[in-house]
């Protein structure tokens, strides 16, 4: 069984996602456009990984993203926003993190979608191990995903040393 629906925009959870009512929470007179993006747990170049194990803070992790979100939703027009994310051990191509935004236009919709992911690719406190044949390693911080958030004018702690 999946993750129970809440009214609240953020949802960790170690179970696998149930998505079926999110969809209907961001649908209202004034919305024209829903964005949503699912993103899986893929292996490693060459294979190997075996499991993502994802830990964070319970209560931390949620004021982080809803503030993003409260960052996102005046930015972009947003009417509705919603992140969830799984935590503990995943297997390769599981779900493990579903943005879903709602807004009156469609380019609003998909650009608070496309800010949000990337602002939890790096300002989300998650910490992730890869497990694999050769054991766990925690994973670092890609330059890749900084200048995706740089894209919109938001600095990562990288990038903020990195110009300092």
Known sequence: ???????????????????????????????????????????????????????????????????????????FGLHHAEVWHRVGRLEVGEPIVYVLTASPHRQAALDGCAFLIDYLKTQGPFWKKEHGPAGAQWVDAREADDAALARWGVASPLNARNTA
């Open 1 to 75: 069984m999946g993750a129970t629906i809440s009214a609240m925009p953020v949802h960790i959870c170690e179970q696998p996602l149930d998505l079926g009512q999110a969809w209907q929470r961001g649908l209202a007179a004034e919305v024209g456009a829903m964005a949503s993006f699912l993103g899986v747990v893929r292996d490693l170049p060459g294979g190997g990984l075996q499991a993502l194990e994802l830990e964070h803070y319970p209560g931390m992790t949620e004021r982080a993203i809803e503030a993003m979100i409260e960052q996102a939703r005046p930015r």
